[in-house]
């Protein structure tokens, strides 16, 4: 049984075949990350109308693209919270083909943190821009929803899952970093020291300097903190 949590952009054939090659491994849970940009979000409404037979939700992150340093820590604590919570599947499984890459690239790194099984991603040449296909489906879907897939369902399906798309799986190499968050954490509240190894390390990337947090330290407590 697995689990996908994956980030969304504006075309959704960015996350139907992962979808799609996932189904063939018992998939039981999908979590989409959305922005609040409304194609990013039509596109999330069409993944969950087609792949209705399973559990598609939304975490909404509150910004409508990650421009800064806060959105994408944003982004670390909402895929914490859902790596930690879809482990009850057997796999977890991380796709980053979808959405801005700084989205995808923080994501990728929140499933080495907290326990993902394989990054995927989805090679084809429609990813890279809006295709001039979707981009006539789109407009007409946020005309009226209902009406256009009730209609022309059957040309939305096809779009999605035309052939072509090459999937890259890529394994994850867990982080120790519990320790590292915990000690942080206990060093901000005053009431815990940590090894002197693990000094050392947080002094070699930037999170402490002469045993106080710095304010990278104090983002990390903020994006991988309980």
């Known amino acids: 049984m697995s689990a996908l949590l994956a980030s969304v952009g504006e ?7 992962l979808i799609d090659h996932l189904l063939t491994e018992n998939l039981r849970e999908v979590v989409l990350l959305v922005t609040k940009d409304p194609y990013v979000l039509l596109s999330a409404r069409v993944i969950q109308w087609e792949y ?41 499984y991380v796709g980053i083909s979808g959405g801005r890459k700084g989205i995808a690239a923080t994501l990728a790194l929140a499933g080495s943190f907290f326990g993902a099984y394989r990054v995927l991603h989805v ?18 879907l946020r ?3 209902e009406k256009f897939v009730g209609q022309r369902g059957d040309e939305i399906r096809e779009f999605l899952h035309r052939p072509g798309g090459r999937i890259v799986a890529l394994p994850l190499i ?21 090894r002197p190894y693990l000094i050392k390390k947080l002094e070699e990337i930037g999170a402490l300097r002469k045993g106080k947090l710095t304010e990278y330290g104090k983002m990390l407590v903020k994006a991988l903190g309980r």
């Not at 982080?175 to 940590?194: D, F």
């Open 11 to 17: 075309q959704p054939t960015a996350i139907s075949p």
């Open 174 to 194: 867990p982080a120790e970093i519990n320790e590292a968050v915990s000690a942080l954490e206990g060093m901000e509240k005053g009431h815990k020291k940590a």
């Open 52 to 92: 209705h037979q399973i559990p598609v939700s939304l975490k909404a992150l509150q910004f409508e693209d990650a421009i800064t340093e806060d959105d994408l820590v944003e982004v670390m604590r909402v895929a914490r919270e859902e790596l930690i919570r879809l482990r009850r599947w057997r796999r977890v």
């Open 123 to 140: 090679i084809t040449e429609e990813i890279s821009s809006v295709s001039p296909e979707w981009y006539s489906i789109r407009e007409e």
């Open 143 to 145: 005309q009226d929803f």
